[in-house]
């Protein structure tokens, strides 16, 4: 099984290059090794919450996000509630469904700390 360091040191691909959206199966197994991100109830995306210390911190955060999703070329659905409260959701659009690129890019996402 692939690990999270192992999809840290890849590079995301274009989404017609990809193939296929992973199965709800496929997309589990790999979790297992994304602490924090929990795996949507039909398993077409992938979501990790975060409660930050105050505005500023977050919004931070979603520039570091930012810049991982414009680097990789992959893009998050990033949700801003509370005024700390962050939900970063990763799937492929194009695929309709969790890729490699969802996990390049959580990895990516969970290095930030």
Known sequence: MTTSTDFFKKKCLPC???GRAMTKQEAAD???NFPGWVLADDGKSMERQ???KNF????ERINRIKDIAE???H???LHLTG???????LYTHALGGI??????VASKIDRLG
């Open 16 to 18: 017609e290059g990809i």
């Open 30 to 32: 790999h979790l297992k």
């Open 50 to 52: 975060y409660t930050l």
């Open 56 to 59: 500023v911190e977050a919004v």
């Open 71 to 73: 680097g990789e070329g």
């Open 75 to 77: 893009h998050p659905d």
């Open 83 to 89: 005024y700390k409260r962050l939900k970063v959701v």
């Open 99 to 104: 890729t490699e690129n969802d996990l390049i």
